[in-house]
């Protein structure tokens, strides 16, 4: 079988690293082009020095003549904005497109512009034509969906914790949808490979601080993925956290259970609504949900846990930010648009310690 | 003015610690002596070198003869049970005690069953008769009464973090008392100076965790605070992290705020509730919170937000886990108990970064 | 092929989980067996949770019955004493060997001896007439006598990061032999899994310390390869310090250049020396040499330098000291032991950032 | 008496915060202004907020028309260039200066120029009439000089942590003056406030590198100060290093010991040199030392080491790079040039853990 082949463009930031550790090895894909406006001319294993020998690609500018055009498919690992701009071209070549942004995670113009909104962002989309054809790409929620897709919203990190942690709460109606709590805490490289004032090392390495109270621009998916699973409209209160780590998220999610509902009616339903799903994991309280155990893999970890003193569901739910929460998800996109195995290239358990 | 003859007894726990790096330079107290079951023998400086030339006093056997008994106030850096065992010896000698456990945050012998009951501790206090005496000491909600006590039972970290941050909506109604979660993000120095495999460098640099979820030991003296001030039991639903970080507690904490309550109102009833407090600085939502503003000092900073979608209060409550949380307690307890400047010995920044 | 069927002893230490992290993925090989002292029952991925679905085997004692017998390749991922012991049991019944401490280091018992002797250790060898069979398992110094070994003492850390930044000068006579001084930095978990004060993550967050000045148990092995170089006795200074990092050592080596010796002719013989060793990368001056450029992989980078003013060599090795400096030359040696393409199941560039 | 009135320019930085942290609590001197060219109208509180309470000051501009010109002393916590154009003016106005740059470290034109070459400034200085007023801020080998000067530049922190290991054994002529090698490991603060690629958090958590391999621009002034010492030309091997740690230096220095030379005469020609020096503490191999020993603090530690296999002293020198190395030997120099005791404002253990 000929391999799939594969563009990235923003291969010089995380997300685009992230995907060529994972595509340099698949067994099924090859990366055939490195494209970024930033390090242009240079071989990205000067960028990532960690890459020499695996990946020696040169990065070349998004315009460059020589860039191939017979791709399979093309992450675009690019923040809101870029997607939207160029995607069509692509598509018209024939590839298929993962986009890591906002730009295609909402299927109707009317919701996108309400994301904009939310986010202040223009009130436009400039590939409006292709909207109806994007999937948001959660797999456990919308694998059929994608495995049909020529173009995917890849969804963000904080958005795969919490969907994954409350998902069968939500669809099954175990919790009250108004009581709903997300207090995530992130590692650094969620915001990406800039330099910052917040995360220069002397300023975060002993810091932790909230930002964005009840204003981070996930929530607008996070909310309309549940809604869809609930036939409702819901509101969540979300916070997220920064804190001196790398990678990892871990979200702990609080909702007020329904009277009656046990502990073992949450775990059965987690367990049948994830039950052909490769890279969740569901544990009870009893095990010690720490961030490494998922840390360089594909996996979410769900741990359940009550407090029966106030009745309420507290999910612990773990990812790599930059794995699951990122490249890891946009390659599962790709195996499943592909008709391939779900796992190819991601049955890895990272590194420890 | 003589100067306050202080002993310490756990000197070599980072709470003995924190007592000696904020004691060596206080105006009206003088560090008499050290006392410890480890590292008998050895100066003090031997085990921290940072306090060579500032304090080298030797570490003595609790049950050394030559302890001079002429103390006026003996700090129990100790866990739960020592200072129940030994706290009376040193009051009938005339000394005052401020122990850190949970030993004496209770006045009445049937509170402290029901605390020794949660966390499951034995039936009984070896020294119930002190009870009566024993004053909590938040001085924020409890000064006049530590003013005049003999024995005070400092607070836990997170319950300092806890109860400032709640004290006033609880007080004067603004939030639905059944609503309130506490989650809570610790540095690793709150759980003490001795090794332990989950604190080890590698398995914790780049790592995170929830842990005794619902069933921490300082929820009960956080419902029992705040049921004081409601004049009704409460109860909140507790979960504390552990990260990647040396100091600093970190509490996200919500409450659904009562109909029509707005921020400003919120505002108000903090300032006011504090208006005396050296050692609370109240901030709005524009205000970066990061955990180092608290760093090394006595500090409570508090930020009060709210999630107009949800109606959630959102109170973000930054301390140092052993300053404020700890030993800058203990040493503002000692101040109040003897009529000095409460910030005596107190009034530093902190270093940055 | 039937795949080789490989042991574990010391399987619940980080070099044990180095190893599985590394032959659960191999193609040619496969785990059957993990023994250790410590949790005994437990499956290892309930030590190691990231390893849940790859590896999942029980530890078993190293006295169980059960244990299979036919092995292909037993490795000893234990401290100096262990391998002495047992390592001769498993010869008898066929298995190869492969022992991470400094029991099988050297091939005659008067050079062990005199090993033992700088470290303290009792004089005497267990298993002395194993000694003759004992390799040294650093494949780019001894490929071919590992090759046909039955038993390779895998080589120390720093070790390997002292001896590949300096065989090519040693051998070529480049540098003078008594000016040799090698300053290595190490992350903490080149002390292994156990917790312990001066590795407390207060303790080292911003801590790094010199240790074991002059007195470092791999001093000895430097000393007798450089020796076996050089053809004549060595004696070099090294200092090993310990850094609030997890994984890799940097080596700072400096050297006096032989009169007339230009950087020119030093790189050109770094080269030629390793022009066959797929795992040493040469750099100039030029080359950002970061640790993390080989975290994650057997990769070791040397960065060649001279100081004009002073006419020294300064070599800055790196390597990751759970992989090229233990598990993963414990892998390379046991795919050359076996006649499998060096590179089998390590060609991974690791994880970043 | 009235208390000094001290400016400070560069108040924004590092270099500036760890000079208001000292004098803001210093008993003989005030705080009047705080200049800088960013964050102009800001409260330093808002930039650094642990200060709020203790320095509140607005940032002015530097031409700000309203900046006090009656001040006793400025410190110019500027890079190279800044000093050498404004300090002519501030000591116009009757002022005495302090500059943490190199402008002002050389007492001749000659030398700076040399200086600026090995650097590649600009081979001109703005201010070379200041020249021979200008002394070296090492208070340890230049204080009565320092104590009649009016103006003082304050030294480079890897050169107050190599010069204060060597100076003894380079004045006493212990060691072979060509057999220098300082092996200089930083924390990440020494670089200063502003954010870059390889200081971000996620590229530095756990990540080290050599850089500036024998080019360093502090070598001039160790080279320049030791061969004031030794009364001939020095030239020393240097390479610093830059770690995931916040705060401190450890510089590991190594020199060839003179025939005959023992331990002991060298730890009796350190307690000499050094015996009227608050701040410089010496200890024997035995002594643990780690670089928290003097996090926060204007120490300097001293480990006097031999190896007696290959007769090498080995220094092991640590400071904290922004107190002793920065802005604590500003005030020590302050101290020193208004005839204050030496310690004033610095006697501060700093803070453990």
């Known amino acids: ?7 990235i463009i923003g291969a010089g930031g995380y997300g685009g690293c992230g995907a060529i ?19 242009v001319g240079s071989r990205i294993s000067e960028i990532y ?13 998004p315009e460059d003549p020589t860039i191939p055009g017979d791709l399979d498919v093309v992450f675009f690992a690019t923040p809101d904005g870029v997607g939207q701009q160029a995607a069509s071209n692509w598509m018209a070549k024939g590839a298929k497109v993962i986009d890591y942004s906002g730009d295609f995670r909402f299927n109707s113009l009317e919701t996108y512009l309400a994301y904009a909104a939310r986010i202040g962002r223009p009130q436009e989309h400039k590939a409006q034509e292709l909207l109806p054809k994007a999937v948001y790409g959660l797999a456990e929620l919308h694998r059929q969906e994608i495995a049909t897709a020529t173009l995917v919203g890849n969804p963000g990190c904080f958005a795969v914790s919490c969907i994954l942690g409350l998902a069968p709460a939500v669809k099954e109606n175990l919790i009250e949808l108004d009581s709903i709590i997300c207090d995530a805490k992130t590692g650094v490289s969620g915001a990406g490979k800039n330099p910052n004032p917040s995360f220069h090392y002397p ?22 993925e549940l809604g869809l699973l609930a036939q409702k409209e819901i509101r969540i209160t979300f916070t997220p956290h920064v804190l001196p780590l790398c990678r990892g998220i871990l979200t702990t999610i609080y909702g007020q259970l329904k009277e009656g509902t046990t502990i073992t009616t949450v775990k059965e339903a987690y367990d049948a609504f994830y039950k052909n799903d490769l890279f969740v994991r569901i544990y009870g309280p009893e095990h010690p949900q720490v961030s490494t155990a998922v840390r360089g893999s594909n996996f979410c970890n769900l741990s359940l846990n009550m407090d029966p003193r106030t009745g309420k569901l507290i999910v ?9 929460g990122q490249a890891g998800s946009a390659v599962q996109n790709m195996n499943i648009m592909f008709g391939l195995e779900e796992g190819a290239g991601l049955m890895q358990p990272g590194l420890y310690p």
């Open 21 to 39: 550790e994972l595509l340099h090895k698949h067994p099924y894909a090859e990366i055939k082009v490195l494209i970024d406006k930033q390090n």
């Open 316 to 324: 612990v739910s773990i990812i790599d930010n930059l794995v699951k």
């Open 49 to 61: 020095p960690h890459l020499e020998g695996f990946c020696d690609l040169t990065i070349q500018a």
């Open 203 to 224: 300023a975060r390495y002993d810091a932790m601080n909230a930002y964005k109270i009840s204003g981070h621009q996930h929530v607008f998916e996070i909310e309309h």
């Open 1 to 7: 079988m000929e391999k799939i082949r594969v563009g």
